[in-house]
């Protein structure tokens, strides 16, 4: 588990195939890797990744193909800038909200305005994610957790502070970046909670709606 306060920016340093996955190389630059063993994990832009071998400026990782095909990890490139953050312990501050490191799916920025100091980002998220996001709730944006200022469909806005741009890899992120997306746990426990046995099922229907709500109690007219 991870917090989405990014800890360091670093840097893909090789990418090798290996026969349908990749296996991959971080340089962690300041992050601090003492405490880090092998079998650790690390998230990568928002991809929880297992250091597999640690050469002492970074560490390798294996990625697998169902990773490659649910993140932009495969889009990669060798010297790219990537967001880290170590696992959290029972001590670290939870500064931002409870993140997997499982990738939800793959968004794109579809806008950027400057507003103020701060800069204001628009992203169209996969139609099948749009009902996990909500207008202050929390979304992880390679691996940085963000409060959601506004939702529209399939898109949402964010407002990204000096700070957060300074400090992640955010302030390069121009219109058509695509980027990997993890939404709220606690919205995708619900859903399959309120489900239940008819999801489980396999049962055809048009997930929660205001009716659904009231029925189970969860919404009143």
Known sequence: MFTGIIQAVGEIAVLEPQGGDLRLRVRTGKLDLGDVQLGDSIAVSGV???????????????????????????????GERVNQEKALTPTTRLGGHLVSGHVDGVGEV??????????????????????????????????????????????????????????????????????????????????????????????SGQGISLDFLRAHGFARD
């Open 48 to 78: 929880c990744l297992t250091a597999v071998a640690l050469p002492g400026d970074g560490f390798w990782a294996d990625v697998s193909g169902e990773t490659l095909a649910h993140t932009i990890i495969g889009d990669c490139k060798s």
């Open 110 to 203: 579809i806008e950027r305005t400057r507003d103020a100091r701060s800069e204001r980002f628009r992203i169209r998220a996969p139609q099948e994610l749009a009902r996990y996001i909500a207008q202050k709730g929390s979304i992880c944006v390679d691996g940085v957790s963000l409060t959601v200022n506004a939702v529209e469909g399939s898109v949402f806005e964010l407002n990204i502070v000096p700070h957060t741009l300074a400090e992640t890899t955010l302030d390069a992120y121009r219109p058509g970046r695509r980027v990997n997306l993890e939404v709220d746990l606690i919205a995708r426990y619900l859903e399959r909670l309120l489900l239940g046995d008819a999801q489980a099922a396999g049962a």
